[in-house]
């Protein structure tokens, strides 16, 4: 069933249920609690009055780093200078 809607641009309608009963041979109440599984893990989205599209993805919260370490994972070397020290 997730194969079915990866790699779909997001908004496009998901299949109905009646075609997933047809296409897999199984009860539509089972059709229906994978469609409920995919809805949860956030692969479709249910919009009242119009049906279920392929929702789109998720954005995940980044981890937050310092400056030495962005510049590491860019493959920079962060470094600082001393220009003026007084006494």
């Known amino acids: 069933m997730r194969s079915l809607v990866t790699g779909c641009a997001p908004g496009s309608p998901a299949p109905s249920e009646r075609e997933l009963v047809h296409r897999f041979g199984v009860a539509r109440m089972t059709v229906r609690?994978?469609?409920?599984?995919?809805?949860?893990?956030?692969?479709?989205?249910?919009?009242?009055?119009?049906?279920?599209?392929?929702?789109?993805?998720?954005?995940?919260?980044?981890?937050?780093?310092?400056?030495t370490e962005e510049m590491n994972r860019r493959g920079l070397l962060a470094e600082s200078q001393t220009l003026l020290a007084r006494r």
């Open 33 to 67: 609690q994978a469609m409920d599984a995919l809805v949860v893990e956030g692969l479709l989205e249910r919009i009242p009055g119009r049906g279920t599209f392929v929702a789109r993805p998720r954005r995940t919260a980044s981890k937050i780093t310092g400056y």
